[in-house]
């Protein structure tokens, strides 16, 4: 079955501290994976997808297929990086699930 | 900018009514989602249109769950009768093809309140 998880419902840090947000897949074959993101009162929205390999609002993910582990970084968080975080598997059939999310709280 | 768009965006039925929820996804997106989301938790997977098919509804509770895309364009959503656990936010979702790097884009969703 597919499965995904993300381990922390919550992640408080500081203004300029690192950032990880973890999330490990249970999937067979080979899965898309993507992170994606919701704001206070906006829509869930795409952050990045691993394949292009792209650094977004300076935010990276690194596809670790032997611990099949997709964790989301960025170096130094900021006030507005606070949201909600999901991580999400897909297939080629198109089939899109959602991890349980991570709170991130970016405090001053 | 092209949006999915989601009515009603609040809804508060008693339990044992029916209830419906409709979405119409971007212009040109083939494959839709529907999701429902308790409160806390992660999006969960209804129901996944590809035009008018549906290629899945393994998630779906199909005893009062339904859903329809009769012309593959927008799509209902209904639960009949409604439990008061139906009470969720329901988010639904359009992509352009199946698979590949495609983005999701989402509906600002309706929430649903059983009494």
């Known amino acids: 079955a597919q499965r995904v998880t993300q381990p922390e419902k919550l992640l408080s840090v500081f203004k300029g501290a690192p950032v990880e947000l973890k999330c490990n897949y249970s999937?067979?074959?080979?899965?898309?994976l993507f992170w994606y993101v919701q704001y206070s009162r906006q829509r869930l929205q795409l952050l990045l997808r691993?394949?292009s390999r792209e650094s977004i609002k300076g935010f990276t993910a690194d596809l670790n297929k032997g611990e099949t582990s997709f964790h989301l970084k960025k170096p130094f968080a900021q006030e507005e990086d606070s949201a909600m975080y999901y991580c999400?598997?897909?297939?080629?059939?198109?089939?899109?699930?959602f991890g349980q999310g991570t709170t991130l709280q970016v405090k001053p | 900018e092209a949006e999915v768009a989601q009515s009603p965006r609040y809804k508060i039925t008693e339990k044992s009514q029916a209830v419906a929820f409709w979405c119409d996804p971007i212009?040109?997106?083939?494959?839709l989602y529907w999701y429902r989301q308790i409160l806390g938790q992660g999006p969960e997977l209804l129901v996944q249109?590809?035009?008018?098919?549906?290629?899945?509804d393994s998630q779906l509770p199909k005893d009062r769950f339904s859903a329809e895309r009769l012309k593959g364009v927008d799509s209902t959503l209904k639960i009949q009768p409604a439990e008061l656990g139906d009470s969720a936010m329901y988010l639904c979702?359009?992509?352009?093809?199946?698979?590949?790097?495609?983005?999701?884009?989402f509906g600002q969703g309706t929430r649903l309140t059983v009494v």
């Open positions: 979702a359009s992509r352009t093809i199946t698979g590949g790097l495609t983005e999701a884009f």
């Open positions: 212009s040109g997106h083939a494959t």
């Open positions: 999937y067979s074959g080979s899965p898309e």
């Open positions: 691993h394949i």
């Open positions: 249109f590809q035009d008018e098919s549906v290629v899945d």
């Open positions: 999400a598997p897909g297939r080629n059939t198109g089939k899109l699930i």
